[in-house]
C-alpha cells in the first residue's frame, strides 16, 4: 500500500506561484492532476521514479515544473508559476504499480490517490 499526502494549496491572486507537494511513503514515478467543478479530472505533469524524465500537458507546460526532492526522492513537487483563474482546482497526485511518464495519461494505471488540495486563484 502507497500512501501520498498533498499539501501547499490556497488563495493566491493571479499571477502568483505556489508549490505543490506530494510526500509519499516510498519513491515511485508520480503524476500531478487537477479537477475543477463541474469539469473532468486533467492530466497535468508526471515524473519517473528516478526523476529524469518528466511530461507535461500542453495546458501547463512552461508555466508549472515537475521535480522530486533531492534526498529521498519521495517527495514530488508542483512548482506552478504565473497562475490564473482557471487554474482554480482540487490539485491530486497519483500513482500505480505500472505508472510512469510514458503511461502519464493513461487513468487505468492509477492505482493510488492523494486526498487533493484545493488551489483557488483569484482575478
Known amino acids: 500500500q502507497l500512501q501520498l499526502v498533498e499539501s501547499g494549496g490556497g488563495l493566491v491572486q493571479a499571477g502568483a506561484s505556489l508549490r505543490l507537494s506530494c510526500a509519499g511513503s516510498?519513491?515511485?514515478?508520480m503524476g500531478w492532476f487537477r479537477q475543477a467543478p463541474g469539469k473532468e479530472r486533467e492530466f497535468l505533469a508526471a515524473?519517473?521514479?528516478?526523476?529524469?524524465?518528466?511530461?507535461y500537458a500542453d495546458s501547463v507546460k512552461d508555466r508549472f515544473f515537475i521535480s522530486r526532492d533531492d534526498n529521498t526522492g519521495n517527495t514530488v513537487f508542483l512548482q506552478m508559476n504565473s497562475l490564473k483563474p482557471e487554474d482554480t482546482a482540487v490539485y491530486y497526485c497519483?500513482?500505480?504499480?505500472?505508472?510512469?511518464?510514458?503511461?502519464?495519461?493513461?487513468?487505468?494505471?492509477?492505482?493510488?490517490w492523494g486526498q487533493g488540495t484545493q488551489v483557488t486563484v483569484s482575478s
Open positions: 497519483a500513482t500505480g504499480p505500472s505508472y510512469s511518464p510514458v503511461t502519464a495519461r493513461d487513468f487505468s494505471r492509477i492505482r493510488y
Open positions: 516510498r519513491r515511485t514515478a
Open positions: 515524473i519517473s521514479t528516478a526523476g529524469g524524465a518528466t511530461y
